[in-house]
Every structure is written in structure tokens, then in C-alpha cells.
């Protein structure tokens, strides 16, 4: 089990490096579209600034629990899409019959698509993530569990993206689930979890689970409780499980394209 976790780690370590390399052909573009993702980010904060000088309190939130919230969104965006960014493209993958290329090479499909390409501006995000986390306040533990929910939230978020683009498997015209749910995750991460009440707030923990991206890592770095980290740590193992499980249960009714692309 050991040997196949290492392996697998080994192959996003390689496909992120080799892709990285690609993209380094041309520096000033790589480095421009980090810059602008970071600036974008603080432009985001401009609103709250405005909002917090009228009012001191949103939700139960202070603006430094703002700025926190919007680094884990960031950070769990920039996680999921740096390392794995094929996967929010995962529908035209299977459409265009795309998947040739991986089902032809001794790796793990699903691993091997998703971690073919990075995204470049997601790098921004998670470095903007930790400006963040530096500008509340940044303890050693706090970094840590910060860093865990980084990874924790960006699994969830990849796991949705699988899933929804997974559908492509069974309807030709899946694509506006993949984007609307790539959408939603997105909207909802950057809003106090307090504001959401009733039935709303029950979507955002199951359909939506941006509840577990954001509002429940936000609420454990103020006020720790290591059983919600633990239940927080199993959900997102549940929804990659799920995700890797409808994956290749859809994988059964690929057709080949017949598409045979070289990659290098």
C-alpha cells in the first residue's frame, strides 16, 4: 500500500516538475500571470475594506477573519488548480476522446490526466494564500493546520470537479454541470459562513460542500477542536474516494477516439 502511495506521489511530483519546465520556456509570462493572479486577489479585498468601515462586525467576523477566509478560498482554488488543473477540463477530455493518450501509458488514468497540466496563475493563489495568513497573525501551529485545510479544502475541490466532470461519461452535454459547479464553489467560499442559515447552509455541507473548504477550516484556525479537524480530514478522504470511484465506473463506457497524441 506504502509503495503504491509513494508511486503515486511520484507522479504528480514528476508531471507537476515537467510542467513547470514548459512553462519556464517563457519567464516573463509565467511570472506576469502569478503577479496579476496575486493583484486580482488584493483588488477582491478593496470591497471588505469598505465594508468593514461601516460596519465593525460581519457574521460574527472581523476583518482579519476575512482575510482569512479569502486566503483558504485562495489557497484551496490555487492547490486544486496548480497541481491539477486538466481536471476542471475533465468533460472535454472524455468528449473529445482525449483520455487515449492516458489509457495507453502503465500510470493511473485519473492521476496521469489531472496532473498533465498546471495551472500557472493558480500559483498566485496560494501565494497569496499565505500573504494572508501573514498579515493575521502566523504562529508555527497555525501554519500548519493552516497548510492542512489548504490541502484538505483543495482535495474537495478537485473531488467536485472530478465528479462533475464525470458525468460527460453517461451525458454528451455535461459540461455546464462541471462549470457551474466549478462556479459555485468558487462564489460561495468567499462569504462569511455565519451569513448562511437554514436549508442554504445544509446545500453548502453536502451539495456544495464549500462548508468544508472554507467556513469549517476557517472556524477551526480561530477556535480549535481536533474532532471537527478529524471529521474535516475524513470527508475530504470520502469525496476522493467517491470522486476516483465514479470516475472509473464511467470509464467503462469511454468510446476511443482513436486519438493518439505523443506526449512528452
Known sequence: MFREIKKEFKIISLSTYYAIQREMLNKASFLSNVFFMILNNLSMIIQWIVLFNLKSNIAGFEFKDILL???????????????????????SLIVDGSLDNYLVQPKNVLLSAISSQIGVSALGDLIFAYIMLILTGVTL???LLFTLFIVT???????????????SFWFKNSDIIEETSSHL????????????????????????????VTFLPVELLLNFDLKLMLILIAVSILFITLATFMFYRGLRR????????ARI
Open 69 to 91: 477566509m479569502w486566503g483558504m478560498a485562495a489557497g484551496t482554488y490555487g492547490f486544486a488548480h496548480f497541481l491539477f488543473e486538466k481536471a476542471f477540463s475533465l468533460s
Open 141 to 143: 501551529p497555525k501554519f
Open 153 to 167: 479544502g483543495g482535495i474537495i475541490n478537485l473531488s467536485i470537479a472530478i465528479i462533475s466532470g464525470s458525468f
Open 185 to 212: 464553489m468558487i462564489s460561495f467560499a468567499t462569504y462569511p459562513g455565519g451569513i448562511f442559515k437554514g436549508i442554504v447552509r445544509v446545500i453548502l455541507y453536502t451539495f456544495i460542500p464549500v462548508g468544508f
Open 254 to 261: 469511454y468510446s476511443s477516439s482513436n486519438l493518439m497524441i
